[in-house]
């Protein structure tokens, strides 16, 4: 029985250890820096156990600027709706202080994740007014440890593209690989529904 | 220039409206009463302009017993993300206390939606562990107010269904259409990105 005066609150907040790895005042330049930057998070997560071996990381195009970083946090916070882009997506709302990265007088920002977006994060690109995103690792390498995708199809990327979004596939994916064996060989959690 | 030392949190909180709604003690039997407990939440939400107009309610399938409600916070909590559905979710995780509402112990679990999940919402829906999906209104329904529900097809459902999650279809789909229209005719606003 719950008590009728009681309800649950959702509270996110990054693992300690988010300051010692990304540089908040230092511009990230090329495209492999803003992908290692991603990588390293889900590297880092892995390392001090606090998820599953994704990371994410939303910049600001021109300047390079890094908006917020997210990491998987599904087991850590007990939410399976935390995907390294959705805490991504989240964190950077609240830095803006707006429900759109596209809102006028924002510059324009993308995602770089260490891995293809499954179906949900995929969709939450389209909501999150992000122009481009780029991604590591593909999805038949999260799905040799059995992590799942759910349903992204060709005609999904599509559907982005036609919206004005570029996908960039790829970047690194050796790098972003890794991390997904690192895993693999720790044994970590796989946490799909 | 972000302060290093400094970074967002995410804090999510129903609207105090919610305890006055919701009949957390007594059991929802019918799918009619279940599915307007999720129209309920979604007209609240126009009526005391918290949010757009879109409700849901997770309910243990077998006791009927409401585990969580969703209500779109997108506008309300600068979040994208918050969708009716996603917050339903997150609501139930840390009801039940797990990121799976199918962990073992937990009884099966059953979403109710005002209206047809969007890409990201149905690809959380394969992560929640739900086993069952009801839905209100459709999604040309919503598309009439202009708000878009993303990368859906006919193969996206099938997904799902073959993963053993039941979809049911435009249940009260009239009385959860009147509150897209009462939110239509109120000027509210489309908060796509």
């Not at 010692?20 to 495209?31: A, E, F, G, M």
């Not at 179906?119 to 440890?145: F, K, N, P, Q």
């Not at 349903?151 to 994916?173: A, M, Q, W």
């Not at 790098?175 to 895993?183: H, I, K, M, S, T």
Request: aromatic letters at 8%.
């Amino acid at each position: 029985m719950i008590a009728t005066n009681s309800h649950p609150e959702v509270h996110i907040e990054y693992p300690d250890w988010v300051n010692s790895l990304v540089k908040w005042d230092i511009p990230y330049n090329t495209q492999e820096d803003r992908m290692r930057l991603a990588i390293a998070v889900s590297r880092m997560n892995v390392e001090k156990d606090t998820g599953g071996p994704f990371g994410a990381a939303i910049f600001e195009s021109e300047t390079g600027r890094v908006v917020a970083v997210g990491m998987n946090s599904v087991v850590r916070l007990s939410n399976c709706t935390l995907h390294g882009e959705m805490v991504a997506f989240m964190m950077a709302n609240q830095r803006v202080g707006s429900f759109s990265l596209n809102s006028p007088g924002l510059p324009k920002h993308e995602l770089y994740t260490s891995c293809e977006p499954c179906a949900m994060c995929l969709g939450a690109t389209l909501w999150s007014g992000v122009h481009r995103v780029v991604y590591g690792a593909a999805r038949e390498d999260a799905s040799l440890l059995k992590f799942e995708e759910g349903p992204v199809f060709p005609e999904s990327y599509k559907y982005l593209e036609d919206r004005g979004i570029t996908i960039v596939r790829n970047v690194l994916r050796e790098e972003a690989r890794a991390v997904l064996e690192l895993y693999r060989s720790r044994s970590g959690k796989i946490y799909n529904g």
